[in-house]
């Protein structure tokens, strides 16, 4: 064998082992790139999956109760209905409307939970920012006085605002409502003042400052520079303070707030859910059923269900319009605060 010869079975034997190497690598590259591809469609799916189960399981009975509304009334006992109702009708919206006075019901509850919203946002904001910059050596017991508002059930206070109010003369007047707001012993005060105190303290001193030599006093400086820059804890507290008197039953029950001049749409309800068959006679709501469905105790259920929607549909309307600013605010409100 030449010299040729030698070199070129070299050659070839190099060429050989390195396109093997190449191949393999390849190989082994191709299938981690498929195993990370594999893997996050993998995690992606069971994302996918968990949300939509999610999703199903928080939307199911508002899909539900939507469903019911629509359904026609003499359907109620119709096996063969289970989702989609046979007979379309809002005959069902038009008695919950009729039982729960909406229209009226409806405005005074908005009027309510709006004022009082914003009574509470200016005093729980006032009095968390009083116990982030205004210190002094009784701010922490006077703070764990707030935290115990949290803390002690609303039922122990309730005889003692009772009678107090009694005496005044603000028993079954919205005021009442109010006053308790104002003075930042509304629904979950204690709760938005903390908020407002960890959101105050997360913001720099400096801002203080800056207003102070300028001339601005304490309550200038918490309107005009502090507050604007507490905007993530002021739309979280305004929705939770306007979700949780919209949704007040105790209070209004005890004060005595709702009443033929003033309904508002909690009270109706729970007139409505312990007695339908009265709401319905009183309003005549029984005239525009025949008395096989009026006396079909699923058919008051239903009735109860639908004007239970229709009280939560302003608020889901609500809902769409500001989600966005709610979790930026949530967001916000953890990261500063």
Avoid at 41 to 59: M, N
Avoid at 200 to 219: R, T
């Amino acid at each position: 064998m030449n010299l040729k010869e030698t070199y070129q079975k070299l050659i070839k034997s190099v060429k050989t082992k390195w396109t093997k190497f190449v191949d393999t690598e390849f190989n082994h590259k191709e299938n981690a790139r498929r195993k990370r591809v594999y893997g996050a469609l993998f995690g992606k799916s069971l994302r996918y999956i968990f949300l939509i189960g999610l999703c199903f399981v928080i939307l199911f009975p508002t899909i539900q109760q939507i469903l019911q509304a629509l359904r026609a009334p003499e359907d109620v006992n119709n096996p063969a209905v289970v989702w989609i109702p046979e007979h379309w009708s809002i005959k069902n919206i038009e008695l919950s409307l009729l039982v729960l006075d909406y229209k009226n019901a409806l405005i005074n509850t908005f009027k309510l939970s709006f004022i009082s919203m914003v009574l509470q946002v200016f005093a729980t904001a006032l009095a968390g920012y009083s116990f982030s910059r205004l210190r002094n050596k009784f701010s922490n017991i006077l703070f764990i006085v707030v935290i115990l508002t949290i803390i002690i059930p609303p039922q122990a206070l309730s005889l003692a605002q009772y009678l107090y109010f009694n005496q005044l003369g603000l028993i079954r007047k919205e005021i009442s409502i109010y006053i308790m707001n104002a003075f930042g012993m509304g629904i979950r005060s204690g709760i938005f003042i903390f908020i407002f105190r960890q959101f105050f303290l997360g913001l720099p001193k400096e801002i203080e400052e800056s207003a102070q030599i300028d001339g601005a006093g304490v309550f200038r400086t918490f309107w005009s520079v502090m507050l604007p820059n507490a905007r993530g804890a002021l739309v979280t507290v305004s929705l939770f303070a306007f979700v949780w008197a919209w949704n007040d039953a105790y209070y209004v029950k005890i004060f005595e707030v709702s009443t033929e001049e003033f309904p508002l749409l909690t009270m109706r309800l729970i007139n409505v859910a312990e007695n339908v068959y009265t709401a319905l006679f009183y309003t005549g709501g029984l005239q525009m059923v025949g008395q096989d469905i009026w006396e079909n105790p699923l058919f008051l259920a239903l009735i109860s269900n639908v004007s239970a929607l229709l009280m939560m549909l302003p608020l889901l309307i609500m809902y769409l319009f500001v989600q966005r600013q709610f979790v930026e605010s949530i967001e916000r409100t953890g990261i500063v605060g």
